[in-house]
């Protein structure tokens, strides 16, 4: 409720965004899967008003979320066409290079449920696009970010 009620606060998002990652790493992570929280940062998300440094805190809670199959599915089963569209716009943001990154990361881990193939193939284009900035990215884990990555989306999908 915090987050939905100050999605514009940097300090508020930053904070709230630390502490949920840093309680889903506990023995809590069931409690933050049922809880609204996830909800909160995938809504804080779509904020127009959200500062650079506010999107990667809430984009690395989701990341880190989203490796754990439980908080996958708890989140696939939220995504929509508008978040969607969000993750793969700031995936393919390179200039935001930590965000980009989690951004990917968070499709990528997400990727192997149904629901989440059925969302990104309407965006081919723009995911090849990034991919192929990923696999030509001098840091490594961008590279093995997207081979990954395109590796998934060809298991379950006609992805060329």
């Known amino acids: 409720m915090l987050l939905s009620a100050h999605k514009t606060d940097p300090v508020i998002v930053g904070h709230t965004a630390g502490i949920i990652k840093n309680l889903s790493l506990s023995k809590n992570r069931q409690r933050i899967i ?85 969302l990104v193939k309407r965006h081919i284009g723009e995911i090849q696009a990034y991919l192929k900035n990923f696999l030509t990215h001098q840091e490594i884990r961008f590279q093995q970010l997207g081979i990954s990555t395109f590796c998934r989306l060809r298991e379950g999908t006609s992805f060329p």
């Open 34 to 118: 049922e809880s609204l929280c996830v909800e909160g940062l995938l809504q804080t998300m779509l904020s127009t008003d959200i500062q650079e440094d506010c999107l990667h805190c809430v984009t690395s809670c989701l990341a880190e979320l989203a490796k754990q199959e439980g908080a996958a599915l708890c989140m696939v089963q939220r995504m929509d066409e508008p978040l969607t569209k969000c993750l793969v716009r700031l995936a393919g943001q390179l200039e935001h290079t930590e965000a980009s990154f989690q951004a990917a990361s968070i499709i990528q881990h997400m990727t192997g449920h149904e629901k989440m193939m059925l």
